[in-house]
């Protein structure tokens, strides 16, 4: 599984299909890495923060692409 990301929707999309993938539920994942389960919620449905709009701004200006992919199993 691999997500060209251009967007906040794309990105919660990932995360999403990344979190059902895992077999963890919202609030396991948001447990894990010390979120609201809202918050987390809040992500997977694409509103995102300004930071991440200037990140994806920033890449959009710079012709960059951000992939999103699970890590090598060889330890990345």
Do not use: C, W
């Not at 895992?22 to 894990?32: M, N, V, Y």
């Not at 010390?34 to 994806?56: C, I, M, N, Q, T």
């Not at 920033?58 to 960059?64: A, F, G, I, N, P």
């Amino acid at each position: 599984m691999q997500y060209s990301v251009r967007s906040a929707t794309d990105l919660g999309a990932a995360i999403q299909d990344a979190r059902r993938e895992a077999g963890l539920t919202q609030l396991e994942l948001a447990e894990r890495a010390g979120v609201s389960r809202p918050y987390l919620a809040h992500v997977e449905r694409g509103r995102s923060s300004r930071l991440l709009e200037l990140l994806l701004d920033l890449l959009r200006v710079l012709d960059l692409e951000l992939v999103v992919r699970p890590r090598s199993s060889r330890g990345a």
